[in-house]
């Protein structure tokens, strides 16, 4: 199964992807995941993309799309994948397609996470990210038995530096500028399956795994 996840940042694309991925046993590609670990490892790539992550404005195309086929041209991708984070944009959408193009392959399904502003900022202030595994907890709706540290792996949580106010609202507006194009884009391919994910996480995961039964 080939999906890609669309929604706002906060909308649970990261949650959902992880355990998706698991229980389909496929590939989770999750774009800043891979930038973060760039950047965190002082990386050319991560060096270059910290100061607009950051800012919570978007990486460069150009920098994106060498990451994105580099990942492509790994074997795990063959089993399936679950991409998180990208496209962002028109564009970004074309530049997937040249790349699947290139591999005899293409997208089953773009799944597309809606929910409103309120949720997301409540969701992001208080997202709380695994140093060691990625695990994501939050400080009310979903805290870590022990505080401060990731319940599967032992490490320590910390905030992500883009999960402030002001960078999430400017997030939310760069990801309004593009997304109707997008969402239009895979409408007219026929592939976009729109769901609320203002919900539990764990009723959108099903909601996710019934379409998918549908497609199989
Ligand atoms: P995310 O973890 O998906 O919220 O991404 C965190 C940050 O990484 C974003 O705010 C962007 O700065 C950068 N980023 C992730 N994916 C992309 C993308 N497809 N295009 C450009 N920048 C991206």
Do not use: W
């Not at 698991?22 to 060096?47: C, F, M, P, W, Y």
């Not at 202030?125 to 060691?132: E, K």
């Amino acid at each position: 199964m080939r999906i890609i996840l669309l929604g706002p940042p906060g909308a649970g694309k990261g949650t959902q992807a992880k355990t998706l991925a698991e229980r389909l046993n496929v590939a989770h590609i999750s774009t800043g995941d891979i930038l973060r670990q760039n950047v965190k490892d002082g990386t050319a790539l991560g060096r270059q993309a910290k100061d607009f992550m950051e800012r919570g404005a978007l990486v460069p195309d150009e920098l994106m799309s060498k990451m994105l086929s580099d990942r492509f041209s790994q074997p795990d991708i063959e089993k399936g994948f679950i991409l998180d984070g990208y496209p962002r944009s028109l564009a970004q959408a074309k530049t997937l397609e040249e790349i699947f193009k290139q591999r005899n392959t293409d997208v089953d399904m773009v799944v597309y996470l809606d929910s409103s502003d309120k949720v997301i900022i409540q969701r992001l202030t208080g997202r709380l990210v695994c140093s060691g595994c990625g695990a994501n907890f939050h400080i009310t709706n979903m805290p870590p038995k022990e505080k401060g540290i990731c319940d599967k792996c032992g490490k320590p949580l910390f905030q992500r530096t883009d999960d402030k106010e002001e960078t999430i609202k400017k997030r939310l507006d760069v990801y309004k500028q593009e997304v109707s194009g997008l969402i239009k884009h895979y409408q007219d391919k026929k592939k976009l399956y729109s769901l609320d994910a203002d919900g539990e996480a764990g009723v959108v995961l099903e909601e996710i795994i019934a379409l998918t039964k549908k497609m199989a």
